[in-house]
């Protein structure tokens, strides 16, 4: 998957919104390095493959990270569809599916998004898969509106 990982990851288009910009060849791999050992604090969280069911083919990547927001610790549903792929559904598809399996399956109580204010695809992605906007926040020098879905209680 790192060539088609490093398509993503390279395009400025695709990675407009995120902060670190595009990927080099040897960042791209170091990260899907990453991936595939997991999380080493949160082995049950981590980003995975977003694969078309009809094709196999790799359309992205999504999963759920763990970050420390103001103190406390979060899991950020996270989505990436390459851009022939955008607005066909997947993002919201993956999205919603990523926080279905946070919240049932893995107990998390809370998901956040962290999402660029101006990225109105990615909000609209968020809030198809249950995310209502929650704050702003500042990391690492850098604004980002949170996205936050709670457990129902009925799920314990």
């Known amino acids: 998957d790192l060539d088609e990982l490093y398509r993503l990851y390279s395009d400025p288009d695709i990675r407009h ?16 390095e990453w991936f595939l050992n997991g999380h080493p604090r949160h082995p049950d969280l981590g980003l995975w493959a977003t694969v078309r069911k009809d094709t196999g083919q790799l359309i992205g990547r999504c999963g759920l990270l763990p970050w420390v927001i103001d103190g406390t610790l979060e899991i950020e549903v996270a989505y990436m569809i390459a851009k022939e792929h955008w607005r ?15 919240l049932q399956n893995l107990g998390l109580k809370r998901i956040i998004a962290l999402i660029d204010a101006e990225h109105e695809a990615s909000i609209k992605t968020a809030e198809k898969a249950g995310l209502r906007f929650d704050k702003e926040v500042v990391m690492d020098g850098l604004a980002s509106s949170v996205y936050a879905i709670e457990r129902p209680t009925d799920l314990g």
Request: proline share 3%.
């Open 88 to 102: 066909h559904g997947f993002g919201s598809e993956a999205a919603t599916a990523i926080v279905q399996y946070g």
């Open 17 to 32: 919104y995120f902060p670190d910009g595009t990927r080099t060849l040897d960042e791209t791999k170091e990260e899907l």
